[in-house]
């Protein structure tokens, strides 16, 4: 069983940064791939960026070069640094920790966090 807790949304202008975070509660934390998904409101929650136990990462295009994901094996951490945010980064955000192969795939996914928000101005 693994639970997780994410912080660190709000309120940002365009071109500003925030650093999320997810903690996670679990004895096998390092086992797990961990991923960040988000939803804007009337659209399906999509895939944005992911970090396997081995450390390979994965991005969705859009946020390639703006956004970095890390993880703190021994905090149970994983984190999304957002620098250069857009209006259209807007949503809430969603960690979550899977055991399988296609992390960019939600239902790869075994465990999700309660989200947190993030807004980004013009």
């Known amino acids: 069983q693994v639970q997780l807790v994410e912080s660190g949304g709000g309120l940002v202008q365009a071109g500003g940064s925030l650093r999320l975070s997810c903690a996670a509660s679990g004895r096998t934390f390092n086992n797990y791939g961990l991923g960040w998904f988000r939803q804007a409101p009337g659209k399906e929650r999509e895939f944005v960026a992911a970090?396997?136990?081995?450390?390979?990462?994965h991005y969705v295009d859009s946020v390639k070069d703006r956004f970095t994901i890390s993880r703190d094996n021994a905090k149970k951490t994983v984190y999304l640094q957002m620098n250069s945010l857009k209006p259209e980064d807007t949503a809430v955000y969603y960690c979550?920790?899977?055991?399988?192969?296609?992390?960019?795939?939600?239902?790869?996914?075994?465990?999700w966090g309660q989200g947190t928000q993030v807004t980004v101005s013009s």
């Open positions: 970090i396997r136990w081995s450390g390979r990462l």
């Open positions: 979550a920790a899977s055991r399988g192969a296609t992390l960019w795939d939600r239902s790869d996914y075994d465990y």
